[in-house]
């Protein structure tokens, strides 16, 4: 099927939008996009039944800006998403697909994250705009009139929004949209309280189900880590120790970030090469023969630039950043395991990507299995079973071809043929640490901190302490507040203080110190105007949640 005749371009999406598309590796629509894209194209409200994994963010996007018009600075598309995480992904989609699209700009629109930056944006005329249902509430508060333009609707995952409590805040984003618009839904589920949307809100909406295919990836061992987004070199370089590959590629996001893990990567010694989109084609294919010939070990890629990359010798993939997508992720690990040899797949999560985990989970049918940081002593034993097959072949000869040597070192060095040969290690090995005290000294990132503490404070450990720990004693003039969100709810300090500082008008230094416990968090606030404080905060939300703070008693 030609591209002229088939594929995407058969379902009337728009031509810059199509070059956008085919450069980030789309081929062929998956069902829910073959189906749903021109519906939608067509003007009619849609409700689509499909899993996350099935290619339903590009199903509404890729439609919504072949119908966007850039030359009109104001709100066209708004699509509702019940969480920062998933808003984040389908705005950073939008970005993707509309790079041609000179003029159309996408903004992000959600809680924990100060409010001006997502205002300027919005009176700026930012045409896409992907929100979360509470800190859409907040703007609407402030400008009733913000949601006039839009012409668009879409609500990703529906049945989610409704579980985390969004069906007030829903009511109050319809009651503000203009009653003309398109409205498309997207649900796993559709139980009773979607289908009285669909009927409240939807004029004679076409209907889709697609059945999520089970995608299958024999022969590759899966597993993760749950490690913090500043830690992923570091274990990366951890890892790399006690990993037994041939060739490894590691994906990562960004064109910047295949530059920086390369040079990190080689300034340990190890033979790495960034492959990114800016590369030009002879040098991509050189950096490809570089890999397939063992000149190169280690390639860091973007997913555009791994498109195609078939090298049997590749025995890990190292999902550095998480992909996308679940198909992304298939796609990824296929690059080892290939002509039917064994593969290892690793993939490094940050506290937040659990839910994306899942899906994948899900989406493969397969379980992908935590494990552990190596600790100081795997990275000892790891270390000192290459040296020790690097040297086994030697023995039979080395005495024989290198024994008058030996003799005469230890003659004009004056020392024994055991120091001699410790030397003669150091050199060998570069000076690299072969004992416990110096690993540890030179790799201090340490295996159980980070999100790994966190699960086991969670689920027992040192819980209660951090729950029952007494707070600090408070400055003049100054109370203490609590609300019932805590780490638990994936709440940083840094989430609550722009909170409180976009809401309630306040100077950086009015806040005193912030506590995150596991269950609940504590904010020192001025006693002075508390109460009309506490009533400007009442409505705030943080991360999709009620911030709903009290004066805290310390009885």
């Not at 999406?13 to 598309?21: D, E, G, Q, S």
């Not at 039944?49 to 290619?55: H, I, L, N, P, S």
């Not at 800016?278 to 050189?286: F, L, T, V, Y």
């Not at 203490?480 to 780490?487: E, K, M, N, V």
């Amino acid at each position: 099927m030609t591209q002229e005749t088939g594929g995407f371009a058969a379902l009337g999406i728009h031509p810059n939008v199509l070059t956008a598309i085919t450069a980030v590796g789309y081929e062929e629509p998956s069902p829910i996009q073959a189906q749903a894209i021109p519906q939608i194209l067509a003007g009619h409200d849609l409700i689509g039944q499909a899993q996350t994994g099935t290619g339903k963010t590009a199903a509404f996007a890729l439609p919504i800006l072949s119908l966007i018009d850039p030359a009109k600075r104001e709100p066209q598309a708004l699509i509702l998403a019940p969480t920062r995480e998933l808003a984040l992904q389908v705005a950073t989609a939008f970005e993707s697909y509309s790079v041609n699209l000179p003029g159309v700009k996408v903004v992000a629109v959600y809680g924990g994250a100060p409010m001006g930056p997502q205002l300027k944006a919005l009176r700026q005329g930012a045409q896409i705009v992907v929100a979360t249902p509470g800190r859409l509430c907040d703007h609407l508060r402030r400008d009733e009139k913000l949601l006039n333009t839009v012409r668009h609707l879409v609500l990703d995952e529906a049945d989610e929004m409704l579980k985390l409590g969004f069906m007030d805040d829903l009511d109050v984003i319809f009651e503000a949209l203009p009653e003309s618009r398109q409205s498309v839904l997207f649900s796993a589920t559709l139980p009773a309280s979607i289908r009285g949307i669909a009927e409240k809100h939807l004029r004679e909406p076409k209907h889709i189900k697609i059945a999520a295919k089970t995608q299958t990836v024999a022969k590759i061992e899966q597993a993760y880590l749950m490690v913090h987004a500043d830690q992923k070199a570091a274990a990366v370089l951890r890892l790399l120790e006690v990993e037994d590959f041939d060739a490894l590629i590691a994906f990562v996001r960004t064109k910047q970030a295949t530059l920086d893990l390369a040079a990190a990567l080689e300034a340990k010694g190890y033979k790495a090469a960034a492959l990114n989109g800016d590369i030009a084609q002879n040098q991509r294919e050189r950096v490809i023969e570089f890999l397939k010939d063992g000149r190169l070990d280690i390639v860091v890629a973007t997913d555009v630039a791994a498109r195609g990359i078939d090298v049997p010798r590749i025995t890990h993939v190292f999902n550095v950043d998480m992909p996308y997508d679940p198909e992304s992720y298939v796609h990824r690990i296929g690059r080892t395991g290939r002509a039917g040899r064994e593969g290892r797949a690793l993939l490094l999560a940050t506290p937040r990507e659990r839910r994306m985990l899942q899906v994948i989970e899900r989406v493969t049918g397969q379980k992908v299995t935590e494990v552990k940081l190596p600790d100081s002593k795997q990275v000892l034993d790891s270390r000192i079973r290459r040296l020790t097959k690097a040297l086994q072949p030697l023995l039979a000869t080395a005495e024989a071809s290198h024994g008058e040597l030996l003799d005469r070192l230890t003659t004009e060095l004056g020392c024994e043929p055991r120091a001699l040969a410790a030397a003669l290690l150091v050199k060998a090995t570069n000076g690299q640490a072969l004992n416990l005290a110096e690993i540890e000294r030179e790799q201090p990132l340490v295996p159980n901190s980070g999100p790994q503490r966190e699960r086991r404070d969670r689920e027992g450990g040192d819980h209660e302490r951090r729950e029952r720990r007494a707070p600090q004693p408070l400055a003049e003039g100054r109370v203490r507040c609590r609300t019932a969100l805590g780490a638990r709810d994936g709440i940083a300090a840094k989430n609550l203080l722009g909170a409180i500082l976009n809401e309630g008008g306040l100077a950086r230094d009015a806040i005193g110190r912030i506590q995150i416990r596991e269950t609940f968090s504590l904010v020192e606030l001025p006693e002075e105007g508390l109460d009309r404080l506490l009533g400007k905060l009442k409505d705030t939300r943080v991360a999709g949640k009620s911030l709903k703070l009290r004066r805290y008693r310390e009885d």
